[in-house]
């Protein structure tokens, strides 16, 4: 009888994305996270001390609406890794966003308008039932997730029973944010994108985990909650406006994830190697007597996020950004159990930091023969 033998298991189609509008709806999204994470240098912060009050009053509130991150923008933006005529230039976005139905769609891939609202509150866009929502109506969903954070209800579901009202500005912010911000620095941003992207569009990949560690610079990425065999394409594009932090989107068989451009490729920062970043990186971190409390606590143990707000005393949100900034530079680890997410002290960091006591060690005297 022959031998059966199984399939060869498929590794995913990496590609490494060099695209305005994904970069630009990337920049928007870290210039709001300014107000909201640590650690968001440069660029996206300069941006954001300059805006105009009612561009940045808007910017916030479209990466919020309706229940907070990432809001209509930052689900728009997640959705665009799946549709790549988006990519070109400013125009295909824009007419994208003319051409979405204004409704709740039942394809998470192709949301709508409204469906942007939705599945940005949706705990699991992709379960679907036959009429394209998780139970009851999309409306009554929305109506449930905003009472269980005590939100303005009704000014909320103005804006969502009015899409065409949404749509256009939604394409107001995009277009405002290029002309009054992007575009002046696209001269200096675009050949260091172009750089890193030129580095890696041919590279041969055996091992996508290997790969985002690579690039993300953390030795837990992204890809490693999620089962990266599951993934048909995985995109990776470079930002300058990331900090610290990565950025990444699944969409059924699709993954995008941003990474921060390598330091080498940006010609005004030649001697700023990727170690040197991330440890300034860290040292801003440490620079926080209540991070450094955080940090006493869990010396010797785990904990969990709501345990560290009890014993802190500190406000929720204060909490998350510090264990947010720790875990973005590498000092915690996070793991989930459940609903709950466990915190601890990465201990490769450890050894990293012990290493960058040895440029204070006085220096050994040269043996005289």
Request: net charge negative.
């Amino acid at each position: 009888m022959p031998r059966l033998s199984l399939p060869e298991k498929q590794t995913a189609k990496v590609e490494f994305v060099l695209s305005v509008p994904l970069d630009l709806m990337n920049a928007m999204y870290f210039t709001h996270l300014v107000g909201e994470a640590d650690g968001i240098e440069g660029w996206p912060a300069e941006t954001r001390k300059r805006m105009e009050p009612d561009l940045l009053e808007e910017l916030d509130l479209l990466f919020t609406f309706p229940r907070g991150q990432p809001g209509v923008m930052g689900q728009f933006g997640d959705h665009l890794w799946a549709h790549p005529e988006t990519w070109s230039d400013l125009n295909s976005l824009i007419s994208y966003v003319r051409k979405m139905p204004p409704g709740v769609e039942k394809s998470a891939l192709n949301p709508g308008i409204q469906g942007l609202a939705f599945y940005s509150v949706c705990i699991d866009p992709y379960g679907l039932q036959s009429d394209g929502t998780t139970g009851g109506s999309p409306r009554d969903t929305l109506i449930s997730e905003l009472r269980t954070i005590e939100a303005d209800v009704e000014a909320s579901l103005a804006l969502f029973d009015d899409p065409e009202q949404l749509r256009s500005r939604m394409i107001t912010l995009i277009e405002r944010f290029y002309e009054r911000h992007y575009k002046e620095d696209l001269p200096r941003r675009l050949p260091i994108l172009e750089r890193s992207y030129n580095a890696h569009r041919n590279e041969q990949v055996s091992d996508p985990l290997e790969l985002a560690k690579k690039l993300s610079g953390r030795s837990i990425p992204c890809l490693a909650d999620v089962c990266a065999d599951g993934f048909e394409k995985l995109y990776f594009a470079p930002s300058l406006d990331v900090g610290p932090y990565v950025s990444c989107s699944n969409l059924g068989s699709i993954h995008g994830l941003v990474y921060p451009c390598e330091p080498e490729f940006d010609e005004e920062a030649p001697d700023l190697t990727p170690d040197r970043r991330r440890l300034a990186s860290v040292y801003k971190a440490l620079g926080d007597e209540q991070r450094l409390r955080i940090l006493h606590m869990l010396h010797d143990k785990e904990m969990y996020a709501q345990e560290i707000v009890e014993r802190t005393g500190l406000h929720q949100s204060a909490v998350s950004r510090h264990l947010s900034f720790m875990a973005a530079v590498g000092l915690l680890s996070a793991r989930r159990e459940g609903n709950m997410k466990f915190f601890s002290i990465n201990p490769e960091m450890r050894e990293t930091l012990t290493q960058t006591t040895d440029l204070f060690k006085a220096p050994v005297p040269e043996r005289e023969d």
